[in-house]
């Protein structure tokens, strides 16, 4: 009989689900917003309509990401850490280094056969997070999704100063009044970006094979900005944001799989999508 | 089903040990005694905790008001913000040491008024009639806090002790200069003790002075052997324990309370480890507390690693003795020599055994003495913002650990799918806050790292050979 295992991985701007069977059979990735308990619920529902399967159906879930403790159908919730860890060496075995540049922040994980050994978080600051480019996107007038390919064409990128968010948007509009050009000041950012990434990378002992995650991954100038920086090929997954979601789901096979071979049930919460009314 | 609406409810914070329960009515029994000991017209002295001269104030009947202790006391109950935005407000930058912050802050506003701020948690800091500062490793605040203070009280004086952190250098031996240094520092206590006898206008009576060293040094190899009792497996203690049993050790030393104090420890942690009552029921991971000055507003962090089998059996923070053994203090009747070997071997003990392995410095080999003998599985550091001191090089110390000492034994899959053996450092977690400032603090996101660094030490221990 087919088993299916769920990942949802909450993050703080963005919320994603996959449904695997020996692989991804279905993935949702929709934007969080602050009712996270009903729309865990919304997006499971999609992904399971996506391939018609109930939900009494799915073996295991594992939540992860900042709002897993919002998913109330979740079996089991798992740190974004071990989650990104064991999504990267699905997709990438002899992955050691990866780098998730999020919404709201960034991490970088040493790992090992696809289990964790080391991190570090930068969850304090927004200046090495998707943030910060949406903020300076949104100064520049371009949309955040072209920014990788305008700051590829800048051969002199101007250089940002500032660490902080808020100061680096007043400097990057200060340049661009003084003549400098787009490509150059987009370049200028990602690889300002890329600096404060690295900074606390660094701290790891990079070592390759290096894989960026996030939505930062899908930025082409800033993927180049970091490879540039740590002097290492940088990979991409085929769909950087699901990584952490995959990562759960095969985390809840591996636990499927253990207590199978242990001989004990597996413990699971009721399997029902309840509607959850706030007031 | 519609969601109830949560009250924010602070979880209550769990100690492990009678002793550390006991701690907090201590310390506010000695807060209350300060503002009596004022109005009974005694001297009262703000200090800095591990001055090196505790007995030399007991003996001169000088009340110490211990101003790092008073800025904790308001870090914990979360009411320091009112006084470090004061501080703020007259020009002190938010960087600076936040104990100092918190302080300059409630003794502005104290002047000010003239009577405690309101609401001054546990009664208040009493005004002090004399200011003694002394320097210890980098923190040129134990310097400069009182003479900020003084703009507002310029009455009172500061005398200012220069206590020296030796030099440790690859190609100096401990042996060769420790001359020079004790003479500097006995030198520096005799000034002090001049000092005070002008402010008191009692001579010092040394052999009293004697008595109370002696009782200090016995007290130091009774904490030494207590904590050591912490080494068992599940350990009857951990360091939110400690946190606050370190109360006497730097609040009170040299005086029979505090040895008392220990002693009743010692039999708690026996009598627990004859039970097998440990910290947790089921003890799964042992961490070294690697440095750092805690938060003191977020000791129930201490409770969260608990609830996840996992138990802190020793920690370098406040740890501020060895056995007097181990300090070589030669045979001399004057108790202020015997009081400048004591800091002169407490500082340097390290430095031997550090030049001995390559690559490892004297906080590094600690760290490596106490992870071989309390059977540590992983390593937790805090890096407090606003404390150069005792944070500075944290990081290096943790990079230099784990470039230096690898003890775990691990199979590696090469590219080719062959097993070799090897060896891994010990999981490491940096924490980031503060030790007063709560504003740099987030629940959630310290949750979220204590909790991928638990997964962490799982996978560990699992791929162990």
């Given at each position: 009989m087919t088993q299916y295992f769920a990942g949802i991985d909450i993050g703080s701007t963005m919320t994603k689900v996959v449904i695997m069977d020996s692989g991804i059979i279905s993935s949702i990735i929709g934007p969080t917003g602050p009712e996270q308990r009903r729309l865990a619920n919304k997006v499971m529902e999609k992904a399971l309509h996506e391939v018609n399967?109930?939900?009494?159906?799915?073996t295991y879930v594992v939540a992860t990401g900042?709002?897993?403790?919002?998913?109330?159908?979740?079996d089991k919730q798992i740190t974004e850490i071990s989650c990104h860890a064991k999504g990267v060496a699905h997709f990438f075995?002899?992955?050691k280094t990866i780098i998730d540049i999020g919404g709201q922040d960034c991490k970088g994980i040493r790992i090992d056969n696809g289990k964790p050994v080391d991190f570090v978080m930068?969850?304090?600051?927004?200046?090495?997070?998707?943030r910060f480019l949406e903020i300076i996107a949104d100064a520049l007038g371009i949309k955040i999704e072209e920014m990788g390919e305008i700051g590829l064409e800048g051969n002199h990128p101007a250089k940002?100063?500032?660490?902080?968010t808020v100061f680096a948007e007043q400097e990057v509009v200060a340049r661009l009044a003084e003549g400098v050009s787009l490509h150059n000041l987009v370049a200028g950012i990602l690889e300002s970006l890329a600096n404060r990434v690295s900074r606390m990378v660094n701290r790891l002992h990079v070592a390759e094979e290096v894989v960026v995650t996030g939505?930062?991954?899908?930025n082409v100038g800033l993927v180049k900005a970091l490879s540039d920086k740590l002097s290492y090929t940088v990979a991409v997954p085929?769909?950087?944001?699901?990584t952490g979601a995959v990562g759960a789901a095969l985390l809840g096979k591996d636990i499927a799989d253990k207590t199978l071979k242990d001989g004990v049930s597996l413990e699971t919460k009721e399997r029902s999508l309840k509607e959850i009314k706030i007031f | 089903m519609a969601e109830e609406e949560k009250k924010e409810v602070r979880k209550k914070r769990r100690t492990a040990t009678k002793a550390a329960a006991s701690i907090g009515p201590m310390v506010k029994e000695s807060i209350g005694g300060t503002i009596r000991a004022k109005q009974e017209g005694k001297k009262l002295a703000y200090t800095f905790i591990v001055c090196l001269y505790d007995e030399i104030l007991s003996v001169m009947d000088i009340v110490p008001v211990w101003t790092e202790n008073y800025a904790g006391v308001c870090g914990a109950k979360r009411d320091a913000e009112r006084f470090l935005e004061r501080a703020e407000s007259l020009?002190?930058?938010?960087?600076?040491?936040t104990y100092a912050l918190c302080g300059l802050g409630f003794d502005q506003w104290r002047e000010k008024l003239g009577?405690?701020?309101?609401?001054?948690?546990?009664g208040g800091q009493a005004r002090p009639d004399m200011m003694l500062s002394s320097g210890q490793i980098l923190c040129d605040p134990r310097n400069k806090w009182y003479q900020a203070a003084q703009q507002f009280m310029p009455d009172v004086p500061i005398y200012d002790v220069g206590l020296p952190y030796p030099l440790y250098e690859d190609d100096i031996e401990v042996a060769d200069v420790q001359d020079y240094y004790i003479k500097h520092i006995t030198e520096e206590l005799r000034g002090l003790v001049t000092f005070l006898e002008k402010q008191t206008g009692k001579k010092m009576d040394y052999d009293r002075l004697s008595e109370f060293v002696d009782l200090g040094e016995r007290t130091w190899n009774m904490i030494w052997e207590t904590y050591e009792l912490?080494?068992?497996?599940?350990?009857?203690?951990g360091t939110g324990d400690a946190m606050n049993t370190m109360v006497p050790m730097v609040f009170?030393?040299?005086t029979q309370q505090c040895y008392d104090f220990y002693l009743a420890l010692n039999k708690e942690l026996q009598d627990k480890i004859a039970r097998k009552?440990?910290?947790?029921?089921?003890?799964?991971y042992r961490l070294l507390w690697g440095g750092g000055l805690p938060s003191w507003f977020a000791l129930t962090d201490f409770n969260y690693f608990n609830s996840k089998g996992a138990v802190f059996?020793?920690?370098?923070?406040?740890?501020m003795i060895e056995p007097?053994?181990?300090?070589?203090?030669?045979?001399?009747?004057?108790p202020i020599e015997r009081l400048a070997w004591r800091w002169f071997g407490y500082w340097t003990y390290w430095y031997d055994k550090a030049k001995k392995?390559?690559?490892?410095e004297p906080d590094v080999e600690r760290l490596i003495q106490y992870i071989e003998d309390y059977q540590i599985d992983g390593v937790v550091m805090h890096e407090?913002?606003?404390?150069?001191?005792?944070?500075?090089g944290l990081i290096w110390q943790l990079n230099q650990l784990k470039k230096i000492y690898r003890p775990i034994p691990v199979l590696i899959l090469g590219k080719d799918g062959e097993k070799t053996k090897g060896k891994r450092e010990l999981p490491s977690l940096i924490l980031e806050s503060d030790i007063i400032d709560?504003?740099?603090?987030s629940e959630v996101d310290t949750r979220n790292r204590i909790d991928a660094f638990i997964e962490t030490l799982e996978q560990t221990k699992k791929n162990k050979v």
């Open positions: 399967i109930p939900f009494r159906e799915i900042y709002g897993r403790i919002n998913v109330p159908f979740a075995p002899e992955a930068n969850d304090k600051c927004a200046a090495g997070t998707g940002i100063s500032n660490i902080c939505g930062g991954a899908k085929p769909e950087p944001l699901l | 020009g002190f930058s938010r960087s600076l040491c009577e405690m701020p309101p609401d001054a948690p546990w912490r080494r068992a497996v599940p350990t009857p203690m009170m030393m040299g009552e440990g910290v947790v029921e089921d003890e799964k059996p020793v920690e370098t923070t406040y740890r007097i053994y181990r300090l070589n203090i030669p045979d001399t009747n004057d392995r390559p690559g490892s407090a913002f606003s404390c150069r001191t005792w944070h500075l709560i504003s740099s603090y």
